[in-house]
Protein backbone atom coordinates (compact mmCIF):
# COMPACT_ATOMS: atom_id res chain seq x y z
CA UNK A 1 0.00 0.00 0.00
CA UNK A 2 2.89 2.53 0.27
CA UNK A 3 2.45 2.96 -3.29
CA UNK A 4 -1.22 3.38 -3.60
CA UNK A 5 -1.12 6.51 -5.42
CA UNK A 6 1.79 6.42 -8.05
CA UNK A 7 2.33 6.88 -11.89
CA UNK A 8 -1.14 8.32 -12.12
CA UNK A 9 -2.00 9.71 -15.47
CA UNK A 10 -5.82 9.82 -16.73
CA UNK A 11 -7.03 9.89 -20.01
CA UNK A 12 -10.03 11.11 -21.19
CA UNK A 13 -11.99 12.70 -24.67
CA UNK A 14 -11.47 16.13 -23.82
CA UNK A 15 -8.62 16.43 -20.94
CA UNK A 16 -5.53 14.39 -19.37
CA UNK A 17 -4.79 14.57 -15.89
CA UNK A 18 -1.11 14.37 -15.97
CA UNK A 19 1.12 14.56 -12.44
CA UNK A 20 1.99 18.56 -11.60
CA UNK A 21 5.31 19.29 -11.65
CA UNK A 22 7.49 22.49 -10.99
CA UNK A 23 7.65 23.31 -14.75
CA UNK A 24 4.19 23.55 -15.03
CA UNK A 25 4.53 27.37 -12.63
CA UNK A 26 3.80 29.87 -15.80
CA UNK A 27 1.38 27.66 -17.59
CA UNK A 28 -1.26 27.45 -14.20
CA UNK A 29 -0.55 30.91 -13.65
CA UNK A 30 -1.97 31.43 -17.16
CA UNK A 31 -4.61 29.35 -16.66
CA UNK A 32 -5.78 31.11 -13.10
CA UNK A 33 -5.09 34.80 -14.88
CA UNK A 34 -8.66 33.77 -16.95
CA UNK A 35 -11.05 34.63 -14.67
CA UNK A 36 -8.64 35.81 -11.88
CA UNK A 37 -9.81 32.97 -10.41
CA UNK A 38 -7.02 33.81 -6.83
CA UNK A 39 -9.85 36.32 -6.21
CA UNK A 40 -12.55 34.47 -4.70
CA UNK A 41 -11.42 34.44 -1.14
CA UNK A 42 -13.15 30.78 -0.38
CA UNK A 43 -10.60 29.01 -2.56
CA UNK A 44 -7.14 27.77 -3.28
CA UNK A 45 -6.26 28.99 -6.70
CA UNK A 46 -2.86 30.04 -6.99
CA UNK A 47 -1.55 34.10 -7.78
CA UNK A 48 2.01 35.11 -8.41
CA UNK A 49 2.38 35.61 -4.78
CA UNK A 50 1.64 32.14 -3.63
CA UNK A 51 2.08 29.91 -6.46
CA UNK A 52 6.02 28.67 -5.29
CA UNK A 53 4.02 27.29 -2.03
CA UNK A 54 1.21 25.82 -3.88
CA UNK A 55 3.47 23.83 -5.87
CA UNK A 56 6.28 22.97 -2.82
CA UNK A 57 3.34 21.66 -0.45
CA UNK A 58 0.87 19.43 -3.27
CA UNK A 59 4.77 18.10 -4.32
CA UNK A 60 5.73 17.53 -0.70
CA UNK A 61 2.42 15.68 0.32
CA UNK A 62 2.92 13.85 -2.71
CA UNK A 63 6.34 12.63 -1.68
CA UNK A 64 4.63 11.35 1.66
CA UNK A 65 2.03 9.75 -0.04
CA UNK A 66 -0.86 11.85 1.27
CA UNK A 67 -2.06 13.23 -2.45
CA UNK A 68 -1.49 13.07 -6.01
CA UNK A 69 -1.51 16.25 -7.77
CA UNK A 70 -2.48 16.97 -11.53
CA UNK A 71 -2.33 19.70 -14.39
CA UNK A 72 -5.32 19.42 -16.13
CA UNK A 73 -5.12 19.36 -19.80
CA UNK A 74 -7.26 20.93 -22.40
CA UNK A 75 -6.96 18.16 -25.43
CA UNK A 76 -8.25 20.49 -27.96
CA UNK A 77 -5.94 23.47 -27.09
CA UNK A 78 -2.97 21.38 -25.95
CA UNK A 79 -2.68 23.90 -22.45
CA UNK A 80 -2.95 23.05 -19.06
CA UNK A 81 -6.68 25.01 -17.90
CA UNK A 82 -6.55 23.97 -14.22
CA UNK A 83 -5.83 21.37 -11.57
CA UNK A 84 -7.19 18.80 -9.05
CA UNK A 85 -6.01 16.43 -6.85
CA UNK A 86 -6.24 13.12 -4.72
CA UNK A 87 -5.55 14.06 -1.07
CA UNK A 88 -6.07 13.27 2.10
CA UNK A 89 -5.43 9.74 1.12
CA UNK A 90 -5.36 6.99 4.11
CA UNK A 91 -4.58 3.52 1.72
CA UNK A 92 -5.07 1.78 4.64
CA UNK A 93 -8.95 2.77 5.13
CA UNK A 94 -8.88 2.96 1.31
CA UNK A 95 -10.53 6.28 1.45
CA UNK A 96 -9.39 9.52 -0.03
CA UNK A 97 -10.59 12.92 -1.22
CA UNK A 98 -10.64 14.96 -4.37
CA UNK A 99 -9.93 18.74 -4.01
CA UNK A 100 -7.92 21.64 -4.85
CA UNK A 101 -9.96 21.96 -8.36
CA UNK A 102 -10.52 24.54 -9.85
CA UNK A 103 -10.87 25.63 -13.94
CA UNK A 104 -10.13 28.47 -16.16
CA UNK A 105 -13.08 30.52 -16.31
CA UNK A 106 -13.84 30.31 -20.17
CA UNK A 107 -13.04 26.46 -19.25
CA UNK A 108 -15.98 25.88 -17.09
CA UNK A 109 -19.36 24.71 -17.85
CA UNK A 110 -17.90 23.03 -20.69
CA UNK A 111 -18.18 19.56 -20.10
CA UNK A 112 -14.30 18.95 -19.14
CA UNK A 113 -15.35 19.05 -15.37
CA UNK A 114 -17.84 15.88 -15.47
CA UNK A 115 -15.41 14.25 -17.47
CA UNK A 116 -12.32 14.76 -14.85
CA UNK A 117 -14.75 13.66 -12.10
CA UNK A 118 -15.93 10.59 -14.15
CA UNK A 119 -11.68 9.40 -14.94
CA UNK A 120 -11.14 10.40 -11.17
CA UNK A 121 -13.83 8.50 -9.18
CA UNK A 122 -13.74 5.82 -11.46
CA UNK A 123 -9.76 5.19 -11.10
CA UNK A 124 -10.80 5.53 -6.86
CA UNK A 125 -13.14 3.56 -7.16
CA UNK A 126 -12.08 0.67 -9.98
CA UNK A 127 -8.53 0.85 -9.65
CA UNK A 128 -7.72 1.62 -6.04
CA UNK A 129 -10.85 -0.16 -5.02
CA UNK A 130 -11.77 3.05 -2.34
CA UNK A 131 -14.54 2.06 -0.25
CA UNK A 132 -15.73 6.33 0.20
CA UNK A 133 -14.51 8.91 -1.81
CA UNK A 134 -14.74 12.95 -0.28
CA UNK A 135 -15.29 16.09 -1.46
CA UNK A 136 -14.85 19.18 0.91
CA UNK A 137 -15.44 22.65 0.45
CA UNK A 138 -15.68 26.17 1.76
CA UNK A 139 -19.27 26.92 3.41
CA UNK A 140 -19.58 30.20 1.05
CA UNK A 141 -18.46 27.92 -2.06
CA UNK A 142 -22.26 27.82 -3.05
CA UNK A 143 -20.99 26.90 -6.86
CA UNK A 144 -18.71 23.93 -5.64
CA UNK A 145 -21.11 22.68 -2.95
CA UNK A 146 -23.81 22.51 -6.30
CA UNK A 147 -21.74 21.19 -8.58
CA UNK A 148 -20.86 18.09 -6.19
CA UNK A 149 -24.28 17.53 -5.07
CA UNK A 150 -24.61 17.59 -8.72
CA UNK A 151 -22.09 14.50 -9.15
CA UNK A 152 -24.44 12.48 -7.09
CA UNK A 153 -22.04 13.08 -3.59
CA UNK A 154 -23.75 13.10 -0.46
CA UNK A 155 -23.59 15.87 2.52
CA UNK A 156 -22.44 14.15 5.09
CA UNK A 157 -22.20 17.34 7.65
CA UNK A 158 -20.84 20.44 8.43
CA UNK A 159 -17.40 20.72 10.47
CA UNK A 160 -17.58 24.23 12.09
CA UNK A 161 -15.06 26.25 12.48
CA UNK A 162 -12.24 24.29 10.82
CA UNK A 163 -10.11 25.97 10.16
CA UNK A 164 -8.44 29.09 10.75
CA UNK A 165 -8.26 31.47 7.38
CA UNK A 166 -4.86 33.79 6.84
CA UNK A 167 -6.51 36.27 8.04
CA UNK A 168 -8.16 34.96 11.37
CA UNK A 169 -11.84 34.32 10.42
CA UNK A 170 -12.95 30.64 10.65
CA UNK A 171 -13.82 28.12 7.82
CA UNK A 172 -17.09 26.29 8.39
CA UNK A 173 -15.98 23.12 5.79
CA UNK A 174 -19.07 20.78 4.26
CA UNK A 175 -18.17 17.24 3.83
CA UNK A 176 -19.66 15.03 0.97
CA UNK A 177 -18.87 11.93 0.20
CA UNK A 178 -19.75 8.78 -2.34
CA UNK A 179 -19.15 5.67 -1.17
CA UNK A 180 -18.44 2.29 -3.10
CA UNK A 181 -22.03 0.81 -3.14
CA UNK A 182 -23.27 4.23 -4.73
CA UNK A 183 -20.41 4.07 -7.56
CA UNK A 184 -22.66 2.28 -9.98
CA UNK A 185 -25.16 4.81 -10.09
CA UNK A 186 -23.03 7.61 -9.92
CA UNK A 187 -21.33 6.60 -12.77
CA UNK A 188 -24.14 5.88 -14.87
CA UNK A 189 -25.27 9.23 -14.10
CA UNK A 190 -22.14 11.25 -15.39
CA UNK A 191 -21.75 8.91 -17.90
CA UNK A 192 -25.40 9.67 -19.23
CA UNK A 193 -24.38 13.73 -18.60
CA UNK A 194 -21.53 13.64 -20.56
CA UNK A 195 -23.18 12.08 -23.60
CA UNK A 196 -26.33 14.35 -23.10
CA UNK A 197 -23.84 17.61 -23.04
CA UNK A 198 -22.00 15.74 -26.29
CA UNK A 199 -25.54 15.28 -27.84
CA UNK A 200 -26.22 18.81 -27.78
CA UNK A 201 -23.10 20.10 -28.51
CA UNK A 202 -23.51 18.18 -32.03
CA UNK A 203 -26.98 19.84 -32.50
Not at 99 to 125: D, H, M, P, V
Not at 154 to 170: E, M, S, V
Amino acid sequence: MINWLDNITLEGNKATLAPLDGTHKNELLAAAEDGKLWELWYTSVPSTANIDNYIEFALKTKEQGTSYPFVIIDKAQGKIIGSTRYCNATPEHRRLEIGYTWYAKSRQRTGINTECKLLLLSYAFEALQCIAVEFRTNWFNLQSRNAIASLGAKQDGILRNHKINPDGTFRDTVVFSITQEEWPSVKKSLLYKLEKYNLNKRM
